[in-house]
């Protein structure tokens, strides 16, 4: 029998207690304790910024919160945001859970995007809050959310219809009255009173990408988000400026983790830094903004490398850099030779937050591929077999995570919920991987398959589901191809029916006709960027097609290279 010391096993002890509260409570103290502070500044491309102090957040979005009160929001409702990076979106996302309410984060990636309506019904969202961006980018996708959903506008009125509420004017036919936040701004709604929240009650759901293709629902409450180690980097003892431009919908951009800290964030539109041509921009943000500390996507810091000397050779350095999303290898290091003093791996998943972190690496540490570390305080982490059971250290197993800030619930699905976990609330990640021997968590690969593209986890089965809708298409596999700066690309394998001519031009219109690119809060969404035509599939023994040799004739037929 193996002794306990010698199983898959980590944990590390929290050096103080958490911090039993709710996000308004938090936003509140703020305003009182740092009332200037500008705590959220966006920056656009025209050099141009505007922020939100501590006092203004906390004052729009009470307006916000007593307004939702004044339509018959109440306590727990479920209340929909859509919308890219703005501050508007900063006041929406405080504003709902001030009102006691539910913010359900909401991406729209389809044309059709039958997802968010289904979304919207299985929650019974009461509201949908809605900023169709400064430049009006996602007004595509919201004017198609708002035809094949059951809204209410300016002719149709009742009871079982949504209602909506804009953050900012949009030209929308049909909804040239719904409120806005300008002409809520000027209510007097001070006779309104906000219910208390306490922290266990729910505040987010953070919509996350299923195998099935349809989304699955992760509900957090005030406690999980508080008790969180969204410092993606040890205690410092300065005054932290962030710069992190990941969008609001997510786990790893939720703007409740820097008004929880108490951390100043510089952040863009999401949009402006995934295509990479503005990376020269993304550097001389940081340097005007003085950010002490980044969290970047990998493409990014490839990016970053990319630039020429002339752009860089300035002697400013952020202290920390922090990454992660995708398997995170030596070339990532090469960042801390102009960018940074020190390289953050922080590894996470949606349901349990941020869970391990490996560093603060300094310059000519080893960087192993897939080693994230050890956990954040409060976290657990084992390696098990087949049967569940821990494993000896060193053996390649399942990784499973427990911790304070584990999410409550799969909304409206149990059975889901009661699936994820194994006896003792021990969250089933789907990863693979071991415990070293210097006691450090390295992730070797995923259980199941699945895309990671510049940060985001994309599941073929939601893309395989919409391509069988093409008229004489046969067989449909999508997988992963890889990609120097986004770390893997999708690539549409396809089969038609022998009576077909179709073409992968004509696939490819056919994606582009029912998936959003530009106008999603990334700037990429689940475009495919590769169409390969099959005459015939590789089989398993079983008949099954061979993803595995799908994807290495792809990566062949591309000439792209997997090193």
Request: net charge negative.
């Amino acid at each position: 029998m193996a002794s306990q010391s010698r199983l898959s096993y980590l944990y590390s002890c929290p050096a103080k207690p958490f911090n039993y509260t709710t996000l308004p409570r938090v936003v509140k103290d703020n305003s009182k304790t740092h009332p200037d502070q500008e705590i959220f500044v966006i920056r656009r491309l025209d050099g141009s910024r505007s922020s939100l102090t501590n006092t203004s957040l906390y004052h729009q979005s009470s307006q916000l919160a007593k307004y939702l009160a004044s339509i018959g929001i109440q306590k727990g409702d479920r209340v929909a945001l859509i919308g890219p990076n703005t501050l508007e979106m900063v006041v929406g996302y405080v504003g709902i859970m001030c009102a006691g309410a539910v913010v359900l984060n909401v991406n729209i990636d389809m044309t059709t995007d039958q997802n968010a309506h289904e979304t919207f019904r299985l929650t019974g969202t009461k509201l949908v809050v809605v900023d169709s961006g400064e430049k009006a980018e996602l007004l595509p996708a919201i004017k198609a959310m708002l035809q094949h959903s059951n809204f209410q506008n300016d002719q149709e009125q009742g009871k079982e219809h949504i209602n909506v509420a804009m953050l900012r004017t949009a030209n929308l036919d049909g909804y040239q009255d719904v409120p806005t936040f300008k002409s809520i701004a000027a209510k007097d709604l001070s006779h309104i009173a906000l219910p208390e929240t306490f922290p266990e009650e729910p505040a987010v759901i953070f919509t996350t990408s299923g195998s099935t293709g349809k989304p699955k629902m992760v509900v957090h409450t005030h406690n999980n988000l508080a008790c969180s180690p969204f410092s993606w980097i040890p205690d410092v003892d300065y005054e932290s400026i962030d710069y992190n431009d990941r969008p609001f919908s997510w786990i790893g951009g939720t703007p409740v983790f820097h008004i929880l800290l108490r951390r100043s964030r510089i952040f863009m539109n999401s949009a402006l830094t995934i295509n990479g041509k503005n990376t020269d921009f993304l550097w001389k943000v940081m340097k005007e903004e003085r950010c002490s500390d980044a969290l970047l996507f990998p493409y990014i810091i490839r990016d970053l490398l990319d630039l020429s000397q002339k752009n860089t050779d300035d002697g400013y350095r952020l202290n920390h850099v922090a990454t992660g999303g995708q398997m995170i290898d030596s070339l990532y290091a090469k960042i801390m030779d102009k960018f940074c003093n020190h390289l953050v791996i922080v590894y996470g998943c949606t349901e349990i937050m941020a869970t391990n972190m490996f560093g603060p690496l300094v310059k000519g540490d080893t960087l192993i591929s897939g080693e994230v570390g050890r956990p954040y305080p409060g976290v657990e982490v084992r390696i098990v077999d087949e049967q569940e059971l821990p494993v000896l250290k060193g053996t390649v197993g399942k990784v499973q995570l427990r911790g304070p800030s584990s999410m409550r619930e799969y909304y409206g699905d149990q059975q889901l919920t009661a699936n994820s976990f194994a006896t003792g609330a021990w969250f089933r990640t789907g990863d693979i991987g071991k415990i070293s021997c210097n006691d450090s968590l390295v992730i070797i690969g995923r259980e199941k398959d699945v895309i990671s593209r510049g940060g985001r986890k994309i599941y073929p089965g939601m893309l395989e589901d919409l391509i069988k809708h093409i008229p004489f298409i046969k067989y449909v596999c999508v997988v992963p191809v890889p990609d120097r700066r986004l770390y893997e690309e999708i690539c549409v394998c396809f089969m038609r029916s022998d009576a077909s001519e179709m073409t992968k031009e004509d696939v490819k219109k056919f994606c582009e006709e029912h998936l959003y690119a530009d106008g999603t809060v990334d700037g990429i969404g689940v475009m495919p960027a590769y169409y390969v035509q099959f005459e015939e599939f590789p089989l398993l023994s079983n008949g099954k097609p061979d993803k595995g040799a799908i994807r290495d004739e792809a990566v062949n037929r591309l000439h792209l290279s997997l090193n």
